[in-house]
């Protein structure tokens, strides 16, 4: 067997780790020229479900090699006023649910990701069209005019990608009517006086009015801000980071990501084609009204780090007849910031397919029922986290429609308030989120589902 993977993101490498693991023939083909290329350095909230996936499909050691990599856990769920009034504050550590998260950079997990299998990763290869052929094989085309033939196809190839264009036409992306900026600024003495204890020590959602809305998440490493171990961080940690070849690559430092989302009718035309500065000037425009040290962390930041997102949904796409192509993470199943599951359920989709067919190899079943049995479970958990994502980030929720959106607004935030005074009811609340992430689901058992339906 010989698997051919489209896209170098973290579902696709997730994928190939887990293939070459096992012994099974993996070729990776990436668009990006180099293993540095493209704007990487943002937050990825790890939950439990992306947890078990990394766990089952690297090698142990580089898995601990992740956990030396990400950054401090956060501890605070912050729900906050664009005056920095406090709606709703969940202590993780509280909940008994922090030990199950990990925040990671986007750099820095390609980078992990990457590690030792460099050799099947092919940059600058950006994929065209594919074709099936009578005796099973299906080959790749590439925009440079070289090919590649596999046994199996499997599109990892982000949002807008060109393999399930070609494979289910039919598929489509839903606007959502919401539009975002993401920025960053590095983490310094001066930066750190701008945040309370609990948003240093937290991930912050604040909620503005017309519904406006923003991140804001801490990213503190094990490493300095010239790369070297960090004083205070030995035992296995510091050895990890030490080793790691990764690290040299990777230009993450410690860092505060901002995210700010807003509906279209309050944005201009040409939004996704503004540059850096121009985007950078609509995050001081609409947050001037804000608390002085919310405003001027968005005045702080890098605009050169700044980019705009169009955040859109992929509307449900029935079960299709299954070949030696398929897809997984945001190929197929692209969905909202609302749970903040994306990535995790990519990391899933590697896992469940990567052990089907390591299972399939195993015994000697065709990969086609290794494939099948993937997209059959794929379809009921991805589906689920797309809905529910849409559910919490829709841009037809009432907090954004004129006249009843101050309305919305004021309920929502008492709403929140209350529950903050309500200790089992937060409880009950954050339970429910924790499920959500897969805090409490068992081992799943991946692997036997390609004998069910062989």
Known sequence: MHVLVIGAGTGGLCLAQKLKRAGISVAVYERDRTR????????????????????????????????????????????????????????????????????????????????????????????????????????????????????????????????????????????????????????????????????????????????????????EFNWNERGQVKHGIGGNDAELLTRWPGLQFDNTRDYIMLGFGSHRRYLPENFMSLDGPALHRILRERTASWHRDLHRLFELVDTTTCFPLNIRTTETVAPWETTNVTLIGDAIHTMTPGLGVGANTALRDARVLGENLVAARDSGTPALDAIRGYEERMHGYAWDAVRKSLERFDGESAVYKPGIGRLALAGMRTGMRLVNHLPPVKRRMAAAQGAERGHNRAGEGEAGQVREHG
Request: proline share 5%; hydrophobic share 35%; with cysteine.
């Open 36 to 219: 540095t290329d493209g704007l990487f350095g943002f937050r990825v909230g790890i939950s439990p479900d992306g947890s078990r996936a990394l766990r089952a499909c690297l090698p142990p050691d580089l898995h601990d090699t992740f956990r030396a990599t990400a950054a401090i856990r956060p501890r605070y769920l912050n729900m906050l006023s664009e005056h920095r009034r406090e709606l709703l504050s969940i202590d993780n550590a509280g909940m008994g649910t922090i030990e199950d998260e990990h925040s990671v950079s986007r750099m820095t997990l390609r980078q992990l990701l990457l590690t030792g299998i460099e050799d099947v990763v092919h940059f600058d290869k950006k994929f065209t069209r594919y074709e099936r052929h009578d005796d099973g094989t299906v080959t790749a085309w590439f925009a440079d005019g070289t090919s590649a033939t596999g046994d199996v196809l499997v599109g990892a190839d982000g949002t807008g990608s060109p393999v399930r264009r070609q494979y289910l036409p039919h598929a489509r992306l839903r606007e959502t009517g919401l539009f975002g900026i993401t920025g960053k600024l590095p983490l310094t003495e001066q930066t750190a006086k701008l945040l309370t204890p609990k948003i240093h020590r937290g991930v912050s959602m604040v909620f503005g009015p017309r519904g406006d809305s923003a991140i804001i998440h801490v990213m």
